[in-house]
């Protein structure tokens, strides 16, 4: 190790050493490590730091490692989503989706996996959740299918999804586009397949608690060449500097300088070399920290199951059938009983040094935004949803193993509370 790295690693343990936690038990335990930093500081030294060769080696990496053909980084993974929902309304892809069309998103979900579709004109359409798995109901989603309906953001909740085999047989019965909103659920199977993979396209967050961390970034998977074509357009510009047929597109248009082609509409959402370095180095530990995770869950289950004052007073969200979650947080719900007191419970872990979150919006139907936009939806239409944001809640998990100490200091602060 070079000198300048010494230093870097010396201050790095330096800092991490006289840090005051306000948080007994945070959200998200230091993700990263001196490794990053001093990767991304190479970077910077070496004068480079817009989007180059270490984006495109992440990207190829990502690719691998999730298993499909094409993977575009973005700077975020809400960029990733307005991304994948431009391709399927862009006239230079076939079968593009047209104003009015409906998109089917669930009622629990983060607002980018809505604004997209209604930024781009189409109708977004709530389909209620499953409370036992947070992610969307296939019950309710054939419910709701219409002859407008042609797209479905289906939305994998903090690690878990809805049963991929039922929701893949309905959009391929009812010629239905799918873009799985993967940004929770970095490394979480279906069967043989990662999450984010069946579909048309695949989008992930790299934001600082997700599974790996660029600080902020994303990506969008898909399986085809002329995908990855039109999603490298729509990232820069409409720019036709990243096609895979440049040469026959430039040849095309002679009478414009070659270097400033645009060929579409476009977003600039590219990402920078910095993120890169810190995802190629997250991609390395990927496995182990996702591994990590699901122990510290197990073992905080078990502990609660197994403690005196265990009464059913919490319940525990189940993945789906032949899924494989790699959890992104601990979600729980309070038993129906105990709903009234929610708030309540909830600022009692605060107190207690225990960070903790709702589960994403709660039921979107009560958010104010749709009421700016004229979309009035009743709550009470989407029962699961409502049980959600009525008794649901979540907690970290962390990339290191938690201490025996430190579950059970967990456990009984989370039984601590009288709810009866």
Known sequence: MTGWKEAIESEWKRRRGGEEHRWRFPLIAQGF?????????????SGRITMGERVAEFERRFASIVG????????????????????????????????GDEVLVPAVC????????IQL?????????????????????????????RAVMAVHILGNSSPMDELLDIARAHGLKLIEDTCESLGSRAGAKTLGTSGDFGTYSFYYSHHITTGEGGMV????????DLLRCLRAHGWSRELSNRSEVQAANPDIDPRFLFVNTG??????????????RQLERLATMNATRNRNLARLRETLL????????IEFPRPSPRTEPAWFGAP??????????????????????????????GNFARQPALHLLGVDLDPADFPGAERVGRCGFFIGLHTEPIEESDITMLADILLGYELD
């Not at 005196?308 to 007073?313: G, I, L, N, S, Y």
């Open 33 to 45: 490590d001196s490794r990053e930093i001093i990767d991304a500081v190479d970077v910077l030294l």
């Open 68 to 99: 499909a053909p094409h993977a575009v980084m973005v700077n975020s993974g809400s960029s990733a989503n307005l991304l994948a929902v431009s391709a399927l309304v862009n006239p230079a892809r076939a079968g593009a989706l047209s104003r």
């Open 110 to 117: 983060w607002p980018t996996s809505i604004w997209p579709a």
């Open 121 to 149: 004109g189409l109708k977004a359409v709530f389909v209620d959740v499953d409370p036992s798995t947070l992610n969307m109901s296939m019950d309710d989603l054939r419910r709701k299918l219409t002859s407008r309906s």
């Open 221 to 228: 998977v898909c399986a085809t060449q002329e995908d990855d």
């Open 267 to 280: 977003y600039n959402v590219r990402p920078t070399e910095v993120a890169a370095a810190f995802g190629l």
């Open 306 to 313: 197994a403690h005196p004052r265990w009464h059913d007073q």
């Open 332 to 361: 729980m719900l309070l038993a129906e009983r105990f709903a009234a007191r929610k708030q309540l419970y909830l600022d009692y872990l605060t107190s207690h040094g225990v960070e903790n979150r709702p589960i994403v919006s």
